[in-house]
């Protein structure tokens, strides 16, 4: 079965300081992988999508970035973290072909800026 | 843009009755999908419904989509305490690789 991984859980990060947030998808090939950004109370915003490796779409411009060396792994970094960036950030993952368009996501990732 | 608007943005029950979601979206769609979020959890997909569908079933699920007006309900039956949580829904982009969500609906279920 597949399963996805988000980590760290919770994080706490000074203002200026740099963030590395990694999702990893074990059980599936070829997924398209997501970042999305959820503030407290609201909807779900995504970040940035991959259709393959080294292929990031971004959506909405911004202070953060996202790679994807490897087949089932995501990760979301930024330089210098700003307050604005605190929140709830989802990995998600779906089937290429499966034509059913559902997304897993993962338990998530709690971002304070200070 | 293509995303989603639920109503109401927040819903408080008593268990045992019904909750009733409903879900506008902007741009034509091949499939509407309704997504649960526990608070501080990742979101867990409940149910799809395609565009040539008008109804379907899960459980205690019913979701109905219209396409001539660009909306679809979420309806729980017999709530309970456990059902409380963040429901959303999402629509597919055309090429299927992007998904858009709304802002969510908020049911407290009181037992």
């Known amino acids: 079965s597949q399963t996805i991984h988000q980590w760290p859980a919770t994080l706490v990060q000074p203002v200026g300081s740099p963030l590395s947030l990694e999702c990893t998808v074990e059980g599936t090939s070829n997924p398209n992988l997501y970042w999305y950004r959820q503030a407290a109370g609201r909807g779900l915003q995504l970040l940035f999508y991959s259709v393959g490796i080294g292929q990031i779409s971004s959506e909405v411009p911004q202070n953060l970035s996202a790679s994807r060396p490897q087949d089932r792994q995501f990760i979301l970094s930024s330089k210098k973290l700003l307050l604005s960036d605190s929140g709830f950030y989802l990995c998600a993952w779906s089937a290429l072909a499966s034509g059913r368009g559902e997304q897993f996501f993962g338990p998530g990732t709690r971002l304070t800026v200070l | 843009s293509q995303q989603g608007e639920e109503d109401p943005q927040a819903l408080s029950i008593q268990e045992g009755e019904n909750a009733t979601m409903n879900c506008s979206y902007k741009?034509?769609?091949?499939?509407l999908q309704w997504y649960r979020q526990n608070s501080g959890r990742g979101l867990v997909h409940l149910i799809l419904?395609?565009?040539?569908?008008r109804e379907k079933h899960s459980g205690r699920l019913r979701v109905t989509l219209d396409t001539s007006k660009k909306s679809s309900s979420l309806l729980i039956t017999a709530s309970r305490a456990a059902d409380t949580a963040s429901y959303f829904c999402?629509?597919?982009?055309?090429?299927?690789?992007?998904?858009?969500f709304g802002t969510g609906t908020s049911l407290t279920v009181i037992p």
């Open positions: 419904i395609r565009s040539n569908e």
């Open positions: 999402a629509t597919p982009s055309n090429t299927g690789n992007q998904f858009y």
């Open positions: 741009t034509s769609i091949n499939n």
